[in-house]
C-alpha cells in the first residue's frame, strides 16, 4: 500500500471514531425531545439509552467472531451498513410517531457502533509504523472527543424546538390541533438522521472499495494457547476468581451508568432546576462535553505526575461532591455543578480498564471482554434515574450517579498499591 493510500485508509478509519461519538452523543438531544414528542414520562424516555446499550452488550461477542471469520473489514462494513440502516429507520418512525419503531432504529443503529467499536481501535493500530500505533489510536480517538462536543450542538440547532406546552395549554387544544403539533416535533428528526445515514452510506461504499490491510494476530504464548484448550465455561469460572477484575467490571458498569445518566439527562436537569430552555441547554451541554474532551488531555498530563490510580479515586470523590451541590443548589449553579462532572470522568473509562485487567496473563482477551461487556450499565441507570424522577424530582434522582461513583472510589481504593497503568481504551 503506498503512502497516500494509507494516509486515505487512516482518515477514513479514524472517521469511525467520530461517527459512533457523535451518534451516541445524539442521545442527550434524543432524550428531551422524544419525551415531548411522544408523550413520555422521564422513566419511558431512559430507554433511548437501553436500546443503545444493551446492544453493545448484545453484539460484543458476536461482532468478534464475525470479524474471525469474515475479517475487520467485513465487520467495519456490516457495521456501516447497519448504522445507516438504523439511521434510514429513523424517518419512517417519525412519520408514525411511534416510540417503539424508534427504540427499534436505535437499537439497529447501535447494533452497528458495535461492530466499528470492536474493529476500529486494533484496524487504526495496524495501519502504519507499530512505532506510532499508540499517536495514531489517541489521535483518533480525539475525533471521538470531538463528535462528542459536537453532537449536542448541531442536534440542538436542528431538532430541539424550545416550544413546550403546559397541561393548561395542551388541554385547551383540540386532538386535531395537538396530534398536529406533536407531529411537528417528532418530523424535526427526520433530516438529521436521513443526512447521517447517507453520510454513513457513503463512508462504507468508501471503505468497500479502499484496500486495507488484514490484521495479522500475533503469536499465541505457550500459556495462551493451554488456556485457549479449555472450555468456556472453564476459563470464565477461572476469572470469576479473578477479585480484582469483577470489581473493575462492576466499577466499568457503575461508571458507564453514572455516564449516560449525566450526559442523557443533562437537558431536563437543566430546564427543570434552572428554568433553561432547550437549544440553550444544549450549548451548556456540548460546552460541558468539550469539558470531558480537555480533561482527557490534561489527564494525561497530570498522570505523568500523580499516579492514575490516586487520580482516579480524587476525581471520583471530587464527582460526588459536586453532584451533592448539584443537589442541594438551585438555578445554575446547579448546572455549573453537573458541567463539572464531565470533565473529572474523562479518565475514568480507560483507567478503570487498565486497572481491571492488570496481571491477567492468558486471561487478559476474555477478561477485558467482560470489562468491554460492563458498559451495559449505560442501559440500566437511565430508566433508574428516569423512574426516581417521576416519582420525586430530578434533583434527587442524580442520586443514582452519585452512588455509582461511591462505587468507582471504592474500586481506585483496593488498587492504591498501583503505580504504572496503561491505558489506550476510551469511550
Known amino acids: 500500500m503506498t503512502k497516500d493510500k494509507k494516509l486515505f485508509a487512516v482518515g477514513l478509519i479514524t ?53 474471525k471469520k469474515y475479517g475487520y473489514k467485513g465487520g467495519i462494513i456490516l457495521g456501516l451498513m447497519l448504522f445507516a440502516t438504523g439511521a434510514f429507520l429513523v424517518y419512517p418512525a417519525a412519520g408514525v410517531r411511534s416510540y ?18 470492536t474493529a476500529a481501535n486494533p484496524y487504526i493500530t495496524a495501519l502504519g509504523d507499530p512505532e506510532h500505533a499508540s499517536f495514531r489510536i489517541n489521535f483518533a480517538q480525539s475525533f471521538n472527543g470531538l463528535a462528542a462536543t459536537l ?22 387544544m383540540s386532538p386535531s390541533q395537538l396530534n398536529q403539533y406533536l407531529n411537528k416535533e417528532a418530523s424535526s428528526v427526520q433530516i438529521p438522521y436521513l443526512i447521517i445515514g447517507l453520510v454513513v452510506l457513503l463512508v462504507g461504499i468508501l471503505l468497500y472499495n479502499t484496500a486495507l ?20 465455561v472453564q476459563r470464565i469460572g477461572y476469572l470469576f476468581k479473578e477479585k480484582n477484575l469483577m470489581r473493575g467490571v462492576l466499577a466499568q458498569f457503575f461508571y458507564v451508568g453514572a455516564q449516560v445518566c449525566l450526559s442523557s439527562f443533562f437537558i431536563r436537569f437543566s430546564g427543570k432546576v434552572a428554568g433553561i430552555e432547550q437549544k440553550s441547554a444544549a450549548l451548556f451541554l456540548s460546552a460541558a462535553l468539550f469539558g470531558f474532551m480537555a480533561g482527557r488531555f490534561i489527564g494525561t498530563l497530570l498522570m505523568r505526575f500523580i499516579s492514575p490510580v490516586k487520580l482516579l479515586a480524587t476525581y471520583s470523590v471530587i464527582n460526588v461532591f459536586l453532584i451533592i451541590l448539584a443537589i442541594l443548589l438551585h438555578g445554575k449553579f446547579s448546572v455549573y455543578a453537573l458541567m463539572g462532572v464531565e470533565f473529572f470522568m474523562s479518565i475514568m473509562f480507560p483507567t478503570i480498564f487498565s486497572l481491571s485487567i492488570r496481571g491477567l496473563g492468558a486471561k487478559t482477551k476474555l477478561g477485558s471482554s467482560l470489562v468491554i461487556m460492563a458498559i451495559a450499565g449505560g442501559a440500566v441507570f437511565p430508566p433508574l434515574l428516569g423512574f426516581i424522577s417521576d416519582h420525586s424530582n ?22 492504591l498499591n498501583i503505580k504504572v497503568v496503561k491505558m489506550e481504551v476510551s469511550l
Not at 461513583?405 to 481506585?412: G, K, N, P
Open 15 to 67: 472517521s469511525l471514531f467520530f461517527l459512533w461519538g457523535f451518534a451516541l452523543n445524539m442521545n442527550s438531544i434524543l432524550i428531551p425531545h422524544l419525551k415531548k414528542a411522544c408523550q413520555l414520562s422521564d422513566f419511558q424516555s431512559a430507554f433511548i439509552d437501553s436500546s443503545f446499550f444493551i446492544a453493545y452488550f448484545l453484539m460484543a461477542i458476536p461482532a468478534g467472531q464475525f470479524m
Open 394 to 415: 430530578i434533583q434527587i434522582a442524580y442520586l443514582v450517579p452519585a452512588c455509582c461513583f461511591v462505587y468507582v472510589f471504592y474500586f481506585a481504593y483496593k488498587n
Open 151 to 172: 453532537a449536542p450542538l448541531i442536534g440542538g440547532r436542528f431538532i430541539l424546538s424550545n416550544t413546550n406546552l403546559s397541561a393548561a395549554a395542551e388541554k385547551n
Open 100 to 117: 417503539a419503531f424508534f427504540l427499534s432504529a436505535f437499537f439497529v443503529i447501535a447494533c452497528g457502533l458495535a461492530f466499528l467499536e
Open 213 to 232: 490491510p488484514e490484521i495479522v494476530e500475533g503469536v499465541s504464548s505457550e500459556e495462551e494457547l493451554q488456556h485457549e484448550k479449555k472450555s468456556i
